[in-house]
Structure formats: structure tokens, C-alpha cells
Nanobody, 126 residues
């Protein structure tokens, strides 16, 4: 059973918005840290955002002020609201869980996450 399932990706024009969702299991909901990372073709994976059980967050500088991460443990859902999208945001986005930290600074690097889903594609055209 895949513990993390992403949805909500798609194609938008620059300046538009998308809302990514991640459904996770009851077991996964107990993880203190959850978040998102992304992978663009030809680029290294990049940590995007993290959130802890108390709702404290961290963001990559490239998305600060445009993306918002939230989690609803009662509904077992992690959300990434993406506004003012840019072509550079084009990537496959992965929901992730279990990292040594997830707030107070930069989000975890992709290598610091223990588990992640299969991803959802986001394409932003200029």
C-alpha cells in the first residue's frame, strides 16, 4: 500500500494557481514532519516546503510568499497551495513524510525524507 498519494497537478499559465493534495494513511498521520519536494527535468530534486505537527512551516526561498503548505490530520490530507506560478515551477511534485526536522528554516532536502509518493506533474507555461 502506497502511504502517500498526490493529486491536483495540471497545466496552467504563468501567474495562475494550483492546489496539490496528498492523501496519507492513519499511520503516516503520526509523522511529526511532512512536506513536498519537486524534480524538474535535468535538475536536481529540490525541497519545497515542510510542516510539523504543530503547524510550523518552512519554505524554499524560491517559493516563499507564493506557496502555502498546510495539513489536516483529521482528514489525513496535506495541501500545497501554489499561487503566482512561474515556468520555473514546472516539475513533478512529491509528497513526503518523516524527516529529522521540517520547520524553522529551510525545508528538508529530498534525501532527508524517509518516504514519498509517486508524484503529480505541474506544468507552467509562459
Amino acid at each position: 500500500q502506497v502511504p502517500l498519494v498526490e493529486s491536483g497537478g495540471g497545466s496552467v499559465q504563468a501567474g495562475g494557481s494550483l492546489r496539490l493534495s496528498c492523501a496519507f494513511s492513519e499511520v503516516t498521520s503520526r509523522q511529526y514532519c511532512m512536506g513536498w519536494f519537486r524534480k524538474s527535468p535535468g535538475q536536481e530534486r529540490e525541497g519545497v516546503a515542510g510542516i510539523d505537527m504543530d503547524g510550523r512551516t518552512s519554505y524554499a526561498d524560491s517559493v516563499k510568499g507564493r506557496f502555502t503548505i498546510s495539513r489536516d490530520n483529521a482528514k489525513n490530507t496535506l495541501i500545497l497551495q501554489m499561487n503566482a506560478l512561474k515556468p520555473d515551477d514546472t516539475a513533478r511534485y512529491y509528497c513526503a513524510a518523516e524527516a529529522p526536522y521540517c520547520s524553522g528554516g529551510r525545508p528538508p532536502t529530498p534525501d532527508e525524507w524517509s518516504t514519498w509518493g509517486r508524484g503529480t506533474q505541474v506544468t507552467v507555461s509562459s
